[in-house]
């Protein structure tokens, strides 16, 4: 079995005074306090990152982040692209069910904004298909807005019902002290703002982000919190591959497994932390983890039932989009928030004291990777 | 339990006509062939991959081969420079001791010639400290280089002694169809290369290469070879940082924690395939693995011991030196070599039909990451 000890995360945002290696101990140190577990008690340590690479010239970050903790237990550097966060929990999941590792440090860190706009763009086009995709130009915005328009054109989803993704998560976001973009916006923002690429605007995609979340997972139970199922599915890299671009199928996948491992079914969820990485996505995510019928994520969303006040909650920090999105961290931060909520240590964002079951999806690319973590509040 | 059921190593070398994705599949298509297992019985896949990122503008390693094979299980990218292969192999072995997965891939692959050579060396300097070593212009034969000549100075190791080993490496490489440079090389030879970082020559240095190495690990007995340990420990990601860089204390602790899990002493080793990145990585190796006293590994390489005909052969397939250094595939490439030779299909490199034992070692950057695998012959 496995527990959430404790998380921490750090501010999200354009943080120009910090760098990699601090945004990843502050997270690090954080998460122990929140455990009350020292660090000579961890066992090994699992970050995800995905760009450092490109974006610091910094390859071996397992290495670099256990240097300077002054630690020799094995450390990890797990790459999934934006789903680097979620697939790093799972494979320390994996450690403790293996019985190598009592306390397992998860680190999700990723400092973005050392470098042109143009560069972080290049970078993140390496999670799409590198000679098949991005060669030819197609960004990760591109994409998603060809999801987008083939939703719209199949469904009838309106471009209100992707503007209103964004301002649910802005609403959840503005209560979050460590989002970088806390507070509310209103439909009519988002529908005026800068195209980026038809038919999302600026105000539908999640931005370039520094930041860290860390967690300490445990066999012993040091919380309330544990994790019941990991799933993890892959589809194709590329979108042409595909039958159909309306569905992430690594996403249905991941999500049926999980609930199959769990016992549970999707009204037993109480909250969710999903990949918003662009509007778009929140649409789709709200269908294929079965929350709501094929082409009736639009629906949902205007309902309010995964807003404010609503009965399922949907990215209470703020998501990618308001929370922020440092590639990395994503995933981990998901988790720690899920942890935070079912734990009644949320603070201002507290949903409620009664949750019982939270459920994070991850996505790598544009649904090549995708994986669903299922945690419980124990008694 | 986890047994190696089977094996597949491409070509080693400069192969201007592959790509990374068809490196990957032709491992992995010989591997599940030399198993006996068929696609759809493996659960996950692990790929061990450093720089495809820089080098081919590439990420999210573990989606592209899984989408490339059509394959929806679980797919990760592991990377920890150099030691990307063993550490991959590593956590498919935690991965199958989980109960998670019954058949597990892994896969290292790294194509390498498609950029200028410089380019090549700054890819791999992101596996040093990038602020505080390959930013002030330290690159890996330099750091290596450091290494040299402080082991000479401490110890009175020759330059004679260091050329020994790549002599060494190319003569059981002479025998290996997949190395990149099967053939034998002379004492002289070496000292009278090209100088790269005095006191290492050309001779001294594992090349640039592409190449790919798979092998299918099982929870059932499909092969008479497992391994029966699997250890690792990380020391600072920089040499300035340690009190004496004549060690590779990361080797030292990975080693003592492996065969202390196996209940082994290092006598009971018939057969090693270690890191020799460059020449005096392996005398390094011989000392800190336990094979020789500190400061004796020179003595060790001339006693002809770890050569062809000794009693404790190492680099059997040509090591990094004669064999190439894709430098994700590495780390598999020595379990592979290994369990070749320890089931007794290792064809003209054969080395004894009784071989029980197999130790193999591999190194993240200049010691910041170091793993060690035990694997046994079992009746």
């Known amino acids: 079995m496995t527990y959430i000890a404790g998380s921490y995360t750090t501010k999200f945002g354009e943080l120009w005074e910090r760098d990699l290696r601090s945004l990843g101990i502050e997270a690090i140190e954080g998460a122990l306090k929140d455990a009350n577990i020292e660090l000579k008690d961890i066992d090994a340590l699992y970050v995800a990152n995905m760009a450092a690479s490109r974006l610091s010239g910094q390859d071996h970050i ?10 020799d237990v094995p450390a990890y550097h797990i790459e999934s692209a934006c789903a680097s966060g979620g697939v790093a929990v799972r494979l320390g999941h994996l450690d403790i069910l293996s019985g190598e590792s009592k306390n397992i440090l998860v680190l999700g860190v990723e400092k973005m904004t050392d470098i042109s706009n143009s560069g972080v763009t290049a ?44 301002v649910k998560n802005h609403a959840f976001g ?26 999302l605007g600026l105000l539908d995609c999640s931005p370039i982000s520094d930041g860290a979340s860390a967690i300490v997972l445990s066999k012993e139970k040091k919380s309330d ?11 194709t890299i590329s979108l042409h591959k595909r039958n159909d671009i309306t569905e992430l ?20 969820i109480d909250i969710v932390e999903l990949h918003d990485c662009f509007s778009i996505a929140e649409i789709l995510a709200y269908e294929d983890l079965g929350f709501a019928k094929k082409g009736e994520g639009g629906k949902l969303i ?12 949907v990215n209470t920090s703020g998501g990618l989009k308001a929370c922020g999105h440092p590639v990395g961290a994503t995933g981990v931060k998901q988790i720690a928030e ?24 991850n996505v790598g690319g544009s649904g090549g990777t995708a994986v669903v ?3 419980a509040k124990v008694g």
Request: glycine share 8%.
């Open 62 to 71: 397992g290495s670099l982040i256990a240097s300077e903790l002054g630690i």
């Open 123 to 166: 970078a993140l086009s390496g999670a799409s298909d590198e000679e098949w995709e991005a060669f030819y130009g197609a960004t990760f915005p591109s994409l998603y807005a060809m999801i987008a328009r083939e939703h719209m054109r199949k469904f009838g989803t309106t471009r209100e019902q992707l503007a209103l993704c964004s």
């Open 174 to 199: 503005s209560k979050n002290p460590h989002a970088q973009f806390p507070f509310e916006i209103t439909t009519e923002q988002v529908l005026d703002a800068s195209p980026v690429a038809d038919p």
């Open 225 to 235: 919190v544990k994790i019941i199922s990991s799933a993890q599915a892959q589809d």
């Open 249 to 268: 199928t690594a996403t249905v996948k991941a999500a049926n497994k999980a609930f199959h491992s769990a016992g549970l079914n999707r009204n037993n």
């Open 302 to 313: 205007e309902s309010g039932k995964t807003g404010p006040g609503g009965s399922l909650p």
């Open 338 to 361: 899920l942890a935070s909520q079912l734990s009644g240590s949320a603070g201002a964002r507290q949903i409620s004291k009664n949750l019982k079951y939270g459920l994070a999806h």
């Open 373 to 375: 973590h299922i945690l």
